[in-house]
T-cell receptor, first 113, second 114 residues
Framework: EAGVAQSPRYKIIEKRQSVAFWCNPISGHATLYWYQQILGQGPKLLIQ????????DSQLPKDRFSAERLKGVDSTLKIQPAKLEDSAVYLC???????????FGSGTRLTVV | AQSVTQLGSHVSVSEGALVLLRCNYSSSVPPYLFWYVQYPNQGLQLLLK??????LVKGINGFEAEFKKSETSFHLTKPSAHMSDAAEYFC????????????FGKGTHLIIQP
């Protein structure tokens, strides 16, 4: 089966600019997650969707980060305006009903300069 | 809140030697536990997971882990290290309830000496 697709692979922006990341989960997976992985740390959950509804966004910096999952399939994560500390890899993951299997995409590496 | 502690940010072993990566967790409910591996510039690949049942879990690439509730541990082992095992390893615990995102440890970088 096809994996979790993410784009772009890399992005470099200046601080205060805006940026958006896209994720296409595994077909049929109802649950989608966005994680932030800062260099040298483990991934941190930002937001979880169940179909097109938000289940958990308690760690999402809502003053600058937003995410949506229209039609319960693809998702976008946006940062506006970006700060230097937002430099990280943004990972998307999806899971289905079976066995708590989480599949991760390759991530988008964001560098804010 | 659940948390994961991985002892040792870097572990170095010789090729052919035993690999032991330590993971301790805190959870107020029976946990689901995971080990992931991450190669440079790649996403996370699942090595193995514990949900219920047998506490000794076998995964891919010869890795296994044992869930020890009394010690709140889920250490990862491999009898004989291979050069291709060099990577970053993350232990994670599943949150409870409807919000089931993973909480990760900080990771352990495994170095294999020839």
């Amino acid at each position: 089966e096809a994996g979790v697709a993410q784009s772009p692979r890399y992005k470099i922006i200046e601080k205060r600019q805006s940026v958006a990341f896209w994720c296409n989960p595994i077909s049929g997976h109802a649950t989608l997650y966005w994680y932030q992985q800062i260099l040298g740390q483990g991934p941190k959950l930002l937001i979880q969707f169940q179909n097109n509804g938000v289940v958990d966004d308690s760690q999402l910096p809502k003053d600058r980060f937003s995410a949506e999952r229209l039609k319960g399939v693809d998702s976008t994560l946006k940062i506006q305006p970006a700060k230097l500390e937002d430099s990280a890899v943004y990972l998307c993951a999806s899971s289905g009903q079976e066995n708590y299997g989480y599949t991760f995409g390759s991530g988008t590496r964001l560098t804010v300069v | 809140a659940q948390s994961v502690t991985q002892l040792g940010s870097h572990v170095s072993v010789s090729e052919g030697a035993l690999v032991l990566l330590r993971c301790n967790y805190s959870s107020s409910v029976p946990p689901y536990l995971f080990w992931y591996v991450q190669y440079p510039n790649q996403g996370l690949q699942l090595l193995l997971k514990y949900t219920t049942g047998a506490t000794l879990v076998k995964g891919i690439n010869g890795f296994e882990a044992e869930f020890k509730k009394s010690e709140t541990s889920f250490h990862l082992t491999k009898p004989s290290a291979h050069m291709s095992d060099a990577a970053e390893y993350f232990c994670a615990v599943r949150e409870g309830g409807g919000a089931d995102g993973l909480t990760f440890g900080k990771g352990t970088h495994l170095i294999i000496q020839p």
